[in-house]
């Protein structure tokens, strides 16, 4: 059985860190390339991280670009995101995403973990 469980979201102030973690089972973890999504109350959801599966290459939006850190440990079936200088504008539920595109399209999502940055 596929699961994803986020964990690490909460309350924090603007300028703040958080590091959000995704626990992976249920499938070969290391060929999935993995990524963060996010969606905020009334909005669609939205890219925000990814890693590859082979080299373990990063990707981000502009939105997050030099503040968000995508990582992974292909030992113990974890991905990670470290947000630092938090804005308002982060603010949403964080989805961790396994995915691979190679022959069959397979992807996988978690439950959401949820992120408030607020004074």
């Known amino acids: 059985q596929v699961r994803l469980v986020e964990s690490g979201g909460g309350l924090v102030q603007p300028g703040g860190s958080l590091r959000l973690s995704c626990a992976a089972s249920?499938?070969?973890?290391?060929?999935?390339?993995m990524n963060w999504y996010r969606q905020a109350p009334g909005k669609e959801r939205e890219w925000v991280a990814s890693i590859t599966s082979t080299d373990g290459g990063t990707n981000y939006p502009d939105s997050v670009e030099g503040r968000f850190t995508i990582s992974r440990d292909n030992h113990k079936n974890m991905v990670y995101l470290q947000m630092n200088s938090l804005k308002y504008e982060d603010t949403a539920a964080y989805f961790c995403?396994?995915?691979?595109?190679?022959?069959?399209?397979?992807?996988?999502w978690g439950q959401g973990t949820q992120v408030i940055v607020s004074s």
């Open positions: 995403n396994a995915f691979m595109g190679a022959g069959e399209v397979q992807s996988y």
């Open positions: 249920g499938f070969t973890f290391s060929d999935f390339a």
